[in-house]
């Protein structure tokens, strides 16, 4: 990926003298820091920040492409690349304009929680409208993409219940099969100590 053109949000990091460690390079901590004021930003623009819900952080990972050094300033692509009934999952691009290269990717699985009781929430309806609508202005369809995966899941579903049922039916003929076969030899081996007896 060379461009942030499919980023509906892209901010900008300065870099700071202070943010390089005793090694000469940006600390690996400040990458999550960037990412996480490029997060505040998206979550600003579509109006998450102060409707008595958080979205909290479920889980992040970063992957180090490149060093940064002081001077530069990071380009960093926000992306919600998919909505859940509780949350969203981002992904991040950082782009050096110095070294014209992305030195960091990364994701995050964000979940809302209620500001108050700190319970898990459900995703409001209005916000995510705002997160497919926003992300349609650089044609990142993700209704459609939930239509999609909702559609193979529903084929996966009906192909892993008319798997199951064939199977238990052939265990089911094979189950009477044998129960057959084995009252067979159990009368065959009863009826003959019975006319003996006789």
């Known amino acids: 990926m060379s461009s942030l053109k499919e980023f509906a949000v892209v901010f900008s990091q300065n870099v700071a003298w ?16 960037y990412i996480e004021s490029a997060r505040v930003e998206y979550l600003t623009k579509i109006g998450a920040i102060g409707q008595g819900l958080s979205a909290v952080i479920a889980s992040s990972s970063c992957r180090f492409l490149r060093p940064v050094f002081f001077p530069d300033v990071l380009e960093i692509g926000v992306q919600v690349i998919e909505v859940r009934n509780s949350g ?24 809302m929680v209620n500001a108050s009781t700190l319970g898990k929430a459900a995703l409001p309806a209005e916000l995510r409208q705002r997160i497919y609508a926003l ?8 209704i459609g993409s ?15 219940a008319r798997s199951l049922r064939d199977n238990l039916r052939d265990n089911l003929r094979e189950n009477i099969k ?3 076969e084995t009252l067979k030899e159990n009368i065959e081996s009863i009826v003959p100590r019975l006319v003996k007896r006789d």
């Open 146 to 160: 939930e239509a999609e995966e909702r559609i193979g899941l529903t084929i996966g579903l009906t192909n892993a």
């Open 178 to 180: 044998e129960g057959r």
């Open 88 to 111: 969203f999952r981002m992904n991040y691009v950082l782009f050096s304009t110095k070294q014209n290269h992305i030195v960091a990717t990364g994701d995050a699985i964000a979940v």
């Open 135 to 142: 992300e349609q202005t650089v044609g990142n369809d993700l």
């Open 18 to 33: 202070g943010d390089m460690d005793a090694v000469g390079h940006v600390n690996n901590v400040m990458y999550y820091r």
